[in-house]
């Protein structure tokens, strides 16, 4: 994808370490704030996707937040269409819904994902996004 | 304080209201981002402090994560010093602890405040955060 090549010079944000390509299509980046273990079972990570990056469709057991900190980026969930999100959109996923999200084919995307009951489990992780699915976006 | 004058006309951020008097000293913005009664039980707030604004001395039932977006505050925790949270930064704060949080005298701060199994219970509020306790921080 030309538009990720462009970008793959960028320096990986501080702190940040690359998701597991086994989950992820292109190049992401995982910086942890807030790690398991803690009194508020809260996990709590900043998650920065390169240009056309994404996650693999997944469910979290207990839900998930995700807070748009910079960019735009996309979010489905299974049997919608792909919807934008913003910087200072937040969206809530209930618990078991199958979804994922990413970037856009222009720019990095970063928000922070709040996994809430985190030690009864996280996510399910299911198959990778197509190509096809990733360029269905109508605006 | 002439710092607070300084920046009071500063626009409230898009979305925001302004924190209650109540528990607040000084001008500060609460911009929902998930409300009560979302399936992962948690609120979710962004958090926009003037310079020199703060919340009272309070507590969490059941904790709470603070992750700095934009600017440079406050962080203290009764009977420990104060610390200062830079942007990209969290804290978690365990059920029960008292603390408080706010700007510096110099500049904005906004947080993103969660707070995990918010429908049994939120915050505790206690008494105002004094100009002795304020001016307390040494670097």
């Known amino acids: 994808m030309s538009n990720m090549n462009k970008h793959e010079q960028q320096p990986a944000p501080a702190g940040a ?3 597991p390509a086994d989950y992820f299509t ?3 980046w995982v910086k942890p704030l807030v790690a398991a273990g803690h009194p508020t079972d809260c996990v709590v ?3 920065t996707f390169e240009p056309g990056a ?3 469709w997944h469910s979290h057991p207990h839900g998930q937040v995700l807070v ?3 960019g735009t980026g996309y979010y489905q969930q299974q049997g919608q269409p792909m919807q934008l999100l913003r910087q200072g959109e ?3 996923i209930a618990p ?3 979804h994922w999200h990413g970037a856009t084919p222009e720019g990095r995307f970063t928000h922070t994902a709040i996994n809430p009951s985190a030690s009864q ?3 399910e992780w299911l198959q990778a996004v197509t190509e096809e699915e990733y360029q269905s976006y109508q605006a």
Chains 1, 2 share one sequence.
């Open 26 to 28: 292109g190049v992401a």
């Open 90 to 92: 937040a969206v809530s």
């Open 121 to 123: 489990g996280m996510v």
């Open 17 to 19: 370490t690359q998701a």
């Open 96 to 98: 078991g819904v199958v």
């Open 54 to 56: 994404r996650n693999n």
């Open 68 to 70: 748009v900190t910079a």
């Open 45 to 47: 990570s900043e998650v």
